[in-house]
């Protein structure tokens, strides 16, 4: 079994032809996360693959209550593993009779931002990790079509992006949603940058 270790965590990884191994755009969001997570609240992540981002939140913010979901029942299994109470469900689908509550203080998501074309597309469950459509956005723009109705007021979203996904297409996207749009993180990986968007509910 592969380990790796983070940040006083440790996190089994999942066979990396089913679950994807957390890299620069995990250790960029998890980071961010710790910057914005408080002992106390209510924490969702998205797409928890492997459960890295989740469990390092649980590992270093005391009191904190990290929730996840994840479409991949290989991830969502290899998260439930590394301690993360996680829901296999399509985004947000399900947590209404889950987690005892659906109001978050902070809701995380490291889609899939790939343009993505039939003939790129990976085969497996693997692909969710990797596919975001024709525009790198499809699961990025359905998450922020709903991810309001999942916050408190106030509440903070987290969602990491690539040059490749476009940055200002994001945030409009997410000002036209009522959030006030900041980057709070960002690094250059080979050819593009990582950074990790920040909403916050006005
Ligand atoms: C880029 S990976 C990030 C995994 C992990 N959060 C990390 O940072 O290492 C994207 C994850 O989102 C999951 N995912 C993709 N579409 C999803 C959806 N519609 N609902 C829930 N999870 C989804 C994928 O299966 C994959 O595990």
Do not use: Q
């Not at 991949?72 to 998260?79: D, F, K, M, V």
């Not at 993360?84 to 985004?91: N, P, Q």
């Not at 509440?155 to 994001?170: F, M």
């Not at 036209?176 to 900041?182: I, K, N, T, Y």
Request: proline letters at 4%; charged letters at 30%; a negative charge.
């Amino acid at each position: 079994m592969v380990e790796i270790e983070y940040k006083n965590t440790r996190v089994k990884l999942g066979p990396s032809d089913l679950v994807y191994e957390p890299a620069e755009d995990s250790f960029l969001l998890a980071d961010a996360a710790l910057g914005e997570a408080e002992p106390g609240m209510r924490i969702l992540e998205i797409g928890a693959g492997s459960g890295f981002v989740s469990a390092v939140i649980r590992a270093n913010v005391k009191g904190a209550r990290v929730f996840a979901t994840e479409i991949n029942p290989h991830a969502a299994r290899c998260a439930k593993e590394n301690g993360v109470e996680v829901i296999r469900t399509d985004l947000f689908n399900g947590l209404k009779s889950g987690f005892r509550g659906v109001s978050f203080d902070l809701i995380l998501f490291n889609p899939p931002y790939l343009p993505t074309s039939e003939d790129e597309k990976v085969p497996g469950w693997l692909n969710y990790a990797f596919d975001g459509g024709a525009s790198g956005r499809e699961t990025l723009d359905r998450f922020l079509e709903e991810v309001r109705d999942y916050l408190k007021p106030g509440g903070k979203v987290l969602v990491l992006i690539s040059s490749i996904t476009g940055l200002e297409a994001v945030k409009e996207k997410m000002m036209r949603s009522g959030f006030e749009v900041d980057v709070v993180g960002r690094k250059k990986v080979s050819f593009e940058e990582l950074m990790v968007v920040r909403g916050k509910l006005i």
